[in-house]
C-alpha cells in the first residue's frame, strides 16, 4: 500500500486506516425480500478519481448512492472516550468536534453532540446505536471491526433500503442510517498528534473515518485525505477531492424519505 509519491525520507511511517465497512439492510413496506449485508464495491466515479462514493447494490441489479437524507433535521452523534487517558479527554473530544465541524462544513448536515457514550461499535450493533453516529476511542480486543497492525482506525456506515412496486414496477429508496468510527487508542496517541494540520494528526484520522460513515471510500489520489493511509503528507482536513465528495452526499443532494426505512431518525 505504500505508494512511492513522496521520497522515501519524507515518509516517516504508513499507517493504515482501513475501508468501510458498509452493510445494507432491507425492510419491506410492501413486498419485499430478504436482508442484504454486503461489502459497497469501490466504484469509480471518473478515470482519475479524487473522490469516489458508496453505492447499494439493489436486488434488480441497479445502483445506487448511499447518502443521509438531506432533510433531515440532524445527525446526533456520540464519543467514547472510554480508552483515553482522562488528562487527554477534553483535547481528544475537541479534535473529535473539529473533524465533526468539518464534514457539516462540507456537507451541509447539522450535527448534533449528545454527550459520551461506553457504546463500542461491533459488527452488527448499529441498529442498536443511541446515536446516529457513534466515534470509539477504543482498542483492538474490544471490538471485531479490525484494528490489527497499524491499522488505526475504520469508519462505516448503516444503510436502509425500501422497495414499493407499483404496476408491476419496482422502485428503491436508499438512505444511510448510522455510522460509526472505531479507533485504535493506544496506538493514535503514540503516532498522531493533537489539533489541526497536515500529517499525522488526530483530526486527519478522524476526518478520514468519518468520510467513510458520511458515504465517501477511498481513493488512490495521494493528496486527498481519502487516500488508505495517514502520512506525514497528509492533508490538513478534506483536500478538494474529498470536499467535493462530500457536497455530492450532502444536504444540496435532497431529501430522501426514510419513512419506511428499517431505523428511527433519532434527532
Ligand atoms: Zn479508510
Known amino acids: 500500500m505504500v505508494q512511492s509519491v513522496a521520497p522515501a525520507a519524507l515518509l516517516r511511517r504508513i499507517y493504515m486506516r482501513k475501508p468501510i465497512a458498509v452493510l445494507g439492510v432491507a425492510?419491506?413496506?410492501?413486498?419485499?425480500?430478504?436482508?442484504?449485508?454486503a461489502a459497497a464495491p469501490q466504484t469509480a466515479d471518473g478515470a482519475i478519481a479524487t473522490y469516489k462514493l458508496t453505492y447499494a447494490s439493489?436486488?434488480?441489479?441497479t445502483?445506487?448512492?448511499v447518502r443521509w437524507n438531506g432533510c433531515q433535521k440532524t445527525i446526533t452523534y456520540k464519543v467514547n472516550l472510554a480508552a483515553v487517558p482522562s488528562a487527554q479527554r477534553s483535547a481528544v473530544l475537541s479534535d473529535t468536534k473539529a473533524a465533526v465541524a468539518k464534514v457539516a462544513l462540507n456537507t451541509k448536515f447539522v450535527?448534533?453532540?449528545?454527550?459520551?457514550?461506553?457504546?463500542?461499535?461491533?459488527?452488527?450493533?448499529?441498529?442498536?446505536q443511541s446515536a446516529e453516529l457513534v466515534i470509539a476511542f477504543t482498542s483492538p480486543?474490544?471490538?471485531?471491526?479490525?484494528?490489527?497492525?497499524?491499522?488505526?482506525?475504520?469508519?462505516?456506515?448503516?444503510?436502509?433500503?425500501?422497495?414499493?412496486?407499483?404496476?408491476?414496477r419496482t422502485s428503491y429508496t436508499v438512505a444511510a442510517q448510522r455510522g460509526f468510527v472505531v479507533i485504535d487508542t493506544p496506538q493514535m496517541l503514540n503516532q498522531a498528534r493533537g489539533g489541526t494540520g497536515t500529517g499525522l494528526r488526530r483530526t486527519n484520522l478522524l476526518a478520514h473515518e468519518l468520510g467513510h460513515a458520511v458515504g465517501l471510500q477511498h481513493v488512490s489520489?495521494?493528496?486527498?485525505?481519502?487516500?488508505?493511509s495517514i502520512r506525514t503528507a497528509s492533508p490538513t482536513l478534506f483536500y478538494t477531492g474529498d470536499r467535493a465528495g462530500l457536497a455530492k452526499v450532502g444536504k444540496a443532494a435532497g431529501c430522501i424519505n426514510t419513512a419506511y426505512m428499517p431505523l428511527k431518525d433519532l434527532s
Request: glycine share 14%.
Open 27 to 37: 425492510l419491506a413496506p410492501v413486498a419485499l425480500t430478504a436482508g442484504v449485508i
Open 221 to 228: 489520489d495521494t493528496r486527498q485525505q481519502m487516500y488508505p
Open 141 to 168: 480486543s474490544k471490538t471485531n471491526y479490525s484494528l490489527a497492525g497499524s491499522t488505526l482506525g475504520q469508519g462505516g456506515l448503516y444503510y436502509g433500503w425500501v422497495s414499493r412496486t407499483v404496476n408491476g
Open 111 to 128: 450535527f448534533t453532540y449528545k454527550g459520551t457514550t461506553s457504546e463500542v461499535p461491533k459488527v452488527g450493533s448499529m441498529a442498536r
Open 63 to 65: 445502483k445506487q448512492v
Open 58 to 61: 439493489l436486488p434488480n441489479g
